[in-house]
């Protein structure tokens, strides 16, 4: 244990530590159902959690476990029932941090009377854009979502499809530049190509140092995507942390690709090493320094050696199991 004297001549440090842009404290939140009101609810159960700047945080949960709850919590939409938390270091519900937040809800509504582009000079002016800032940005923007300007201009919303519709809905969430950006299901009812290009937009909004937040239950998106995840059950937050302290690194089972070299030296290493023309793979178990030093003194070739490790989906489901939750229809 540290001494109070050891405390007392201890040096200052200069630098402070980066303080979280998201953190909670046994965020709670209870409803009132039932014809009399005599029955309670809660979706959201002693949530504490932190997300730093920068970073992309995935929330991950089934049907129901509270996910859309926290987020909107978070965004002041809804009061805590117990527990506290901030944002962008103010306390939730503070009106002054919303000019710097970005949010794309699950089901949008827009009205879809006006054209994409009209929305989108309305969203702008919801924060006080000016004329010359807003001509700059709605084609910035339409054209980071991947919407043809053409079509924004002059098709209504109510005739776009649900991947136009998810796209306009990213542009507004982003039309103030935010810090930080909340994405409830951004994958929602888009086909590969809409995933594969909401992924790309995703990942060069982390790039410019963006802080994202965001549910999904794509598992394999998250896993590409997401710096820290959390597991929401029941709404109860059973597990956070980074993929490779979620899912472990410390196995030591490779899966290998190669060609060339001395098939009987190689099947010592790997007992059950499968050929296919002049290719083979296999499975290694041991130090990956011993496998490349054998491959490079039989001038072998290797073509791919991955870690073997359960993948993000399945660690869901072993979660979910170990807490005694149905996982199957």
């Given at each position: 244990m540290t001494s109070l004297a050891s405390l007392s001549i201890a040096p200052m440090r200069s630098e402070s530590p980066v303080q979280p842009v998201v953190q909670t404290f046994g965020l709670s939140k209870s409803y009132r159902t039932g014809f009399w009101l005599n029955k309670v609810v809660t979706p959201l159960k002693q949530c504490s959690l932190s997300v730093y700047p920068g970073q992309t945080f995935g929330l991950l949960g089934p049907n129901g476990a509270g996910k859309t709850t926290l987020l909107k919590t978070l965004l002041g939409i809804i009061r805590p029932t117990a527990g506290r938390g901030f944002v962008l270091g103010e306390s939730l519900g503070d009106r002054s941090v919303k000019q710097r937040i970005g949010y794309l809800p699950e089901n949008p509504y827009f009205y879809d009377y006006l054209?994409?582009?009209?929305?989108?000079?309305?969203?702008?002016?919801?924060?006080?854009?000016?004329?010359?800032?807003?001509?700059?940005?709605?084609?910035?923007?339409?054209?980071?979502?991947?919407?043809?300007?053409?079509?924004?201009?002059?098709?209504?919303?109510?005739?776009?499809?649900?991947?136009?519709?998810?796209?306009?809905?990213?542009?507004?969430?982003?039309?103030?530049?935010?810090?930080?950006?909340?994405?409830?299901?951004?994958?929602?009812?888009?086909?590969?190509?809409?995933?594969?290009?909401?992924?790309?937009?995703?990942?060069?909004?982390?790039?410019?140092?963006?802080?994202?937040?965001?549910?999904?239950?794509?598992?394999?998106?998250?896993?590409?995507?997401?710096?820290?995840?959390?597991?929401?059950?029941?709404?109860?937050?059973?597990?956070?942390?980074?993929?490779?302290?979620?899912?472990?690194?410390?196995?030591?089972?490779?899966?290998?690709?190669?060609?060339?070299?001395?098939?009987?030296?190689?099947?010592?290493?790997?007992?059950?090493?499968?050929?296919?023309?002049?290719?083979?793979?296999?499975?290694?178990?041991g130090e990956p320094e011993r496998l490349l030093h054998m491959l490079h003194e039989q001038q072998a070739q290797l073509l791919k050696m991955d870690l073997i490790r359960p993948s993000l989906e399945e660690f869901f489901i072993q979660q979910l199991r170990a807490r005694g939750l149905k996982t199957s229809a």
């Open positions: 054209t994409g582009w009209e929305f989108l000079e309305f969203t702008a002016g919801l924060f006080q854009l000016s004329d010359a800032v807003k001509r700059r940005r709605i084609p910035e923007l339409l054209d980071l979502v991947g919407l043809d300007r053409g079509a924004a201009q002059k098709k209504q919303m109510r005739r776009y499809s649900k991947g136009m519709l998810q796209r306009v809905g990213m542009a507004q969430a982003l039309i103030n530049d935010p810090d930080l950006i909340f994405l409830d299901e951004p994958m929602s009812g888009l086909d590969p190509l809409g995933r594969f290009q909401m992924r790309e937009i995703i990942l060069s909004l982390k790039a410019q140092g963006k802080t994202l937040f965001f549910n999904s239950h794509v598992l394999s998106d998250v896993e590409l995507i997401c710096d820290r995840v959390a597991i929401l059950a029941q709404g109860e937050l059973i597990c956070e942390g980074t993929i490779d302290e979620l899912l472990g690194t410390d196995t030591e089972i490779y899966q290998v690709r190669g060609r060339g070299g001395d098939v009987d030296l190689l099947r010592q290493l790997m007992p059950e090493l499968e050929i296919q023309a002049e290719y083979w793979h296999g499975e290694y178990k």
